[in-house]
């Protein structure tokens, strides 16, 4: 499955992978954003522009008109990778070519133009009442976040590992910067992203890229100015020094996040390696983390390792029995000892190989997380195809990875424990 990529108007690049796996076409326009003062206003800015524009300026009107469109999907979102935001425009439509009508395909790319480029204006900037709306919006999002504890301690032990580091900064913002947002320069910023951010259109489904380029060169009306250049993120820390950070809440079970630096992006060689490393710490039943803490120590309700693969962090999490946070962190860290002398057995490398493929082979059953796993490869300047992908995976020696395991530091102990004393945040060098 070959995604081809061509250049279109000044930073702007469209990706299209013309297969005949789905009855549906999904378009994705992804503004690439540096993750610097500015975030918290770029992570409102899709929010406010889904509300209207010109020719439909409320939500009702783009409901009916997406029900003209067969039923059509349409959703904006931001994300976080490594040390960029990504503004993300999105929609999913029938392929024409099994409907009676014909042009839905080009209506799609005309109605994501006018959401990005027509958005409903008052008084020189966005509609008051619909930023307004989408700042309360906004600020609940960012609040319920300690509603999942789970993702939760993640970010929190993110943010510590990362302090003074742009990566530290929340994806959808800050509440206290949304409390004094500045409505002028939310429209300026929002001009800055459409005419100077690199821009990629990923263009999914059975289609012709001609066509499909023809398509966009047409719709996408807006003039794009000097293209900023992102900063690569900063993904090498070598000098660690281990640190504990500990928070109570009221909670049943307490929260183990341990991160550390790899010191090894997705653009490595070593990539490879590290992934098959990760999931024989804690990719699933098949892990040392599942077997070891959790099914034959009983220390733990849950176990997990995951990769973050644009800023080289890898994070252990477990929700654990608060008295049991020592021997937990203890016998975590004898997996990770164990791996480095290599004590891996062949059922446990074999067990991380398949579980990898297996999640890799799925990938490609879904518009979104091909159109994903294409823009990672963008944002790291990598041309390696799923295939590839896969093919590298199985590639990698039961030696690379004890190998690679050396390169894995401990960088921030996080804990979230049951409340003793009231709120209170500890921290100490281990």
């Not at 307004?132 to 919006?137: L, R, T, V, Y």
Request: charged share 30%; hydrophobic share 40%; net charge neutral.
């Amino acid at each position: 499955m070959r995604i081809e990529n061509m250049d279109v108007d000044k930073g702007v690049k469209l990706w299209v992978l013309p297969t005949k796996k789905f009855k549906t076409v999904t378009i994705s326009f992804c503004f690439h954003r540096d993750l610097d003062e500015d975030y918290t206003y770029n992570a409102l800015i899709p929010a406010v522009l889904k509300r209207g524009c010109e020719g439909f300026e409320t939500l009702k009107d783009i409901e009916r008109h997406l029900e003209s469109l067969y039923g059509a999907l349409f959703d904006v979102g931001v994300q976080k990778k490594g040390e960029r935001q990504i503004l993300r425009f999105s929609m999913e439509v029938v392929n024409d070519d099994y409907l009676a009508e014909q042009g839905i395909l080009a209506q799609a790319f005309y109605f994501l133009n006018r959401v990005i480029n027509r958005p409903v204006l008052e008084d020189g900037g966005f509609k008051k009442s619909y930023v307004a709306q989408e700042k309360e919006n906004m600020k609940n999002r960012i609040k319920s976040l300690v509603n999942d504890k789970i993702q939760y301690s993640l970010e929190r032990c993110a943010q510590e590992m990362c302090k003074g580091e742009k990566y530290s900064r929340y994806v959808f913002g800050d509440v206290k910067e949304l409390e004094n947002l500045d409505d002028a320069r939310l429209y300026n910023v929002y001009l800055d992203v459409v005419q100077t951010s690199p821009l990629d259109v990923f263009v999914v489904g059975d289609v012709d890229p001609a066509k499909v380029r023809l398509l966009l060169e047409r719709s996408f009306s807006v003039e794009r100015k000097q293209v900023k250049t992102i900063p690569k993120t900063t993904y090498k820390k070598l000098q660690v020094v281990p640190k504990t950070v500990t928070e109570e809440m009221d909670v049943n079970q307490g929260k183990l996040t341990m991160g550390f630096r790899t010191n090894i992006s997705a653009a490595d060689k070593e990539y490879f390696p590290l992934l098959v490393y990760s999931s024989i710490l804690g990719g699933g039943p098949h892990s040392k983390l599942f077997i070891n803490v959790r099914e034959k120590a009983s220390l733990a309700y849950y176990a997990f390792a995951r990769l973050e693969k644009f800023k080289g962090l890898m994070f252990v999490g477990a929700g654990i029995d608060v008295d049991k946070y020592q021997q937990t962190v203890d016998i975590i860290m004898e997996q990770l000892d164990a791996m480095a002398s290599g004590q891996i057995t062949q059922q446990e490398f074999e067990g991380a190989v398949n579980a990898l493929v297996t999640s890799l082979k799925g990938s490609m059953d879904q518009p979104s997380q091909l159109i994903d796993y294409y823009l990672g490869n963008s944002v790291m300047d990598s041309d390696v195809t799923l295939e590839e992908l896969i093919e590298k995976i199985k590639g990698v020696t039961m030696d690379q990875v004890v190998e690679i395991s050396s390169k894995v530091k401990l960088d921030t102990i996080y804990f979230l424990r049951n409340r003793k004393r009231g709120y209170i945040v500890h921290e100490k060098g281990n």
